[in-house]
């Protein structure tokens, strides 16, 4: 979580810049028919295009909104001028709790604060009703196994702060491998960058985020059997919708990861439902099926928003310009050597 | 001059007959005359598919004779001592890379440059001499870093162009790299890069992509040739057959090279049914290489580090 956000910086802030310039019009540029959304010159449903997840909404539910599903209409206006006012003060150029940005004290993370400036959203953030993102099981929340559960708190304690002995022990995205595919639509900086593009038989999403690739046949081909780190996705059409199935994922449960529900295994299974529902928006709803992480499937809904047509996502330079990796190394044997004198 | 004649000798010694493939193809011209490329729904010539090079372009884009390995140490001289009196006629492999034997040679190959030479400025041709002396420690591919433009095209792996419709991807295989070829008007590059800022337009039936940007950090092959971040590629793809596509590069760095020059190579279709880009994820492979010695303890070995 260090030299990697770094990486990307200059181009997000870019990125922020050409979007406040961008009018919210979004010219059209795909073939559009009678009957459903805009469609590619091949005849497919078109989801082409850079998005993001531009909501607030939590993955597992928040205990303040236990037994609720969804705000109500006064809670929804509340937030929504919460939103406006943030971006107005942003436009302002203020700085800080102003734009909802969190304060040092605040920060999650210890010794993370200067990454805050990836909590600016740029543009005000989409308001929606619900209260989780997780719609399945009905509580809103990720249903660990036991095991899994506990794994997960671990994780959560070494957390920026180690130890860190070998290269073995940051977290996958501190490695510059990958955050894995679980989360892909909706999480990195700012709400994670995807454009997707389609061809004849294939859909490809980029994820700006460590360059994350997914190659997506959609020929009714069956699933191969080579394990790796994104699995092996086939996906196809069911009228609008674009539904992805992936399987044959690589066991990676044994790394340390951001977000333990997101470790890919070879037990791990995901079917994904790419609708678009709007002109800017997809409805995007995954279901997590893994047995060796979860006492049963999960399901969560996500609304992708479609960023103005000029949006570009840059390349993601991580491993290249992982200084942080050997800094990390370095100082944790400064901390053992400076220990060790005292044996002697 | 000798360490080449030293080179010849070895190719006819162990029998590397240099397979010569030979660039002795017709001009891109004449064959997308007589070719007419499948066309996708809005009329494009159609590039989709997995494709991939079939050369040694990426040990050497220029010609080389076979050698015993990428790395290498110069042979020893006589020393006179009983036993010792006559000297190894060839450069033998550095101690890194000697326990892999054949496997770790270098195949003998063609020049895929126009002319055959790359025209270096003479402090250039001396920093390419030093950059091959130093494979080990100074090849990006080494370190799974991206690979760059044009070397991207001819690494020994596989890549995919996507065809959409206002954007075109490259996604090669090493390191999952993807390039976007915006077909689009796009702004220029915030800032330098690995890969490029590629710019495509149709001419005629060929896409030609113009690509710029670029950082002084990557190279063109495991001979150490290399650029600065002056590095303007001008790429040209153009169908010639059913499973052909033919691949030219015009490459200009006023700080490296005397004048522009260019490189050409068919490129192959991977015929096998189902045929996929599969992952090359090697950050993880090379992690022991560069961070092993860094910490606490090394994993190679479990034990603490000195």
Redesign the interface.
Same mark, same amino acid.
């Given at each position: 979580m260090k030299a990697r956000y770094l990486a990307a910086g +200059? !181009?997000l802030v870019?990125l922020v810049a050409v979007m406040v310039v961008a009018t919210g019009s979004l010219p059209s540029?795909?073939v559009a028919t009678n009957g459903g959304g805009p469609r590619?010159? /091949?005849?497919d449903p078109d989801l %082409?295009g850079v998005w993001r997840y531009e909501a607030a909404i939590a993955l597992e539910r928040p205990a303040e909104f236990k037994g609720r599903e969804f705000l109500t209409d006064e809670e929804v206006a509340a937030r929504a001028r919460v939103e406006e006012e943030q971006a107005s003060s942003r436009l302002a150029g203020l700085e800080g709790a102003a734009v909802g940005r969190r304060s040092v004290a605040e920060s999650p993370i210890r010794g993370n604060e200067y990454n805050s400036f990836w909590q600016d959203h740029g543009r005000p953030r989409k308001i929606y009703k619900q209260t989780s993102l997780i719609v399945d099981p009905r509580d809103g929340q990720i249903p660990f196994t036991p095991e899994a559960e506990k794994a997960d708190a671990r994780a959560a304690a070494r957390y920026g702060v180690g130890? =860190?002995?070998?290269?073995?022990d940051p977290d996958t995205g501190e490695?510059?491998?990958t955050d894995g595919v679980t989360a892909l639509m909706w999480q990195g900086p700012n709400g994670g960058h995807n454009?997707i593009? %389609?061809?004849?038989? =294939?859909v490809?999403i980029?994820h700006e985020e460590y360059? *994350?690739?997914r190659?997506i046949?959609l020929e009714g081909?069956p699933h191969?059997n080579?394990r %790796? /780190? =994104?699995g092996d996705a086939v996906g196809r059409w069911e009228g609008e919708t674009l539904v992805v199935e992936t399987t044959n994922f690589i066991d990676r449960t044994n790394y340390e990861w951001a977000n333990l529900w997101t470790r890919p295994s070879p037990t791990l299974r995901l079917v994904e439902r790419f609708t678009r529902s709007g002109a800017d928006v997809i409805d995007y709803r995954i279901t997590v099926e893994d047995p060796a992480t979860f006492a049963r499937p999960w399901t969560a809904e996500i609304p992708i928003s479609r960023l103005p047509? *000029?949006t %570009?996502?840059?390349?993601y !330079?991580c491993?290249?310009g992982n200084y942080a990796? !050997?800094n990390l190394? +370095?100082g +944790?044997?400064a901390d +053992?050597a400076k220990a060790k004198p005292a044996a002697k | 001059m000798r360490r080449g004649a030293r080179n010849a000798l070895l190719a006819v010694a162990i029998g590397a007959v240099g397979v010569a493939v030979g660039m002795h193809m017709p001009s891109v011209s004449s064959q997308s005359q007589a070719y007419q490329p499948p066309r996708t729904a809005d009329g494009k010539p159609d590039l989709n598919g997995i494709w991939q090079a079939l050369n040694t372009a990426n040990y050497d884009i220029e010609a080389h004779a076979a050698r015993p390995a990428m790395a290498l140490i110069p042979a020893p001289a006589r020393s006179g001592i009983p036993g010792l009196t006559r000297a190894t006629p060839v450069d033998l492999p550095a101690e890194p890379v000697r326990s892999l034997g054949a496997v770790g040679g270098v195949p003998a190959g063609e020049s895929v440059v126009e002319g055959g030479e790359i025209p270096y400025q003479p402090w250039a041709a001396a920093r390419k001499k030093e950059n091959s002396e130093h494979w080990l420690e100074r090849d990006p591919e080494i370190k799974c870093f991206m690979p760059g433009v044009p070397r991207a095209t001819y690494m020994p792996y596989p890549f995919q162009i996507l065809q959409g419709t206002s954007k075109i991807l490259i996604a090669y295989e090493f390191a999952g790299t993807t390039r976007t070829i915006h077909l689009d008007e796009v702004g220029d590059s915030p800032s330098e890069t690995w890969m490029g800022w590629s710019r495509g337009r149709w001419d005629g039936d060929t896409l030609v992509v113009d690509v710029n940007s670029f950082n002084d950090q990557t190279w063109f092959d495991r001979a150490g040739n290399f650029h600065s971040e002056a590095l303007h590629v001008v790429e040209r793809y153009t169908r010639i057959s059913p499973d052909h596509l033919m691949y030219e590069a015009t490459i200009e760095d006023p700080k490296v090279f005397t004048r522009p020059w260019k490189i050409r190579m068919p490129l192959y279709r991977r015929l096998e049914e189902g045929k996929r880009i599969l992952e090359y994820k090697c950050v993880e492979f090379v992690e022991q290489l560069m961070y092993g010695h860094l910490g606490v303890i090394d994993p190679a070995t479990g034990r603490p580090n000195p």
């Open positions: +200059a !181009a870019l540029r795909t590619t010159p /091949w005849g %082409q130890p =860190f002995e070998s290269y073995l490695r510059c491998l454009r593009v %389609q061809s004849p038989g =294939f490809t980029l360059r *994350d690739r190659i046949p081909r191969g080579i %790796q /780190w =994104f047509d *000029d %570009q996502i840059y390349e !330079a491993h290249e990796m !050997a190394l +370095a +944790a044997r +053992a | -």
